[in-house]
């Protein structure tokens, strides 16, 4: 049986960073991700996959410093 940390751990997105994309992992079926500009622009939204991944391509987005929000948890990343 999984202790509370397990479920918590379980419930918070992971979030990586690989050949110009952002890979989410561990999101909630349909959970909103949102990506702001330094700004607070929304400059992509979309729902999360069925099986809790998602894969979003960042090479259309000029270099900057982005936030990420997926569900309920924000990242902030930078591209450069």
Do not use: W
Not at 25 to 52: E, F, M, P, W
Request: with cysteine; proline share 4%; aromatic share 4%.
């Amino acid at each position: 049986r999984p202790s509370d940390v397990d479920a918590l751990r379980n419930e918070t997105p992971d979030i990586g960073y690989q050949n110009g994309s952002l890979m989410l992992t561990h999101l909630k079926c349909d959970a909103t991700v949102s990506i702001y500009d330094a700004t607070g622009k929304l400059v992509r939204q979309l729902k999360a996959s069925r099986n809790g991944t998602h894969r979003i391509s960042l090479e259309q987005l000029p270099l900057g410093v982005y936030i990420v929000k997926a569900g309920t948890t924000t990242f902030k990343i930078a591209r450069q």
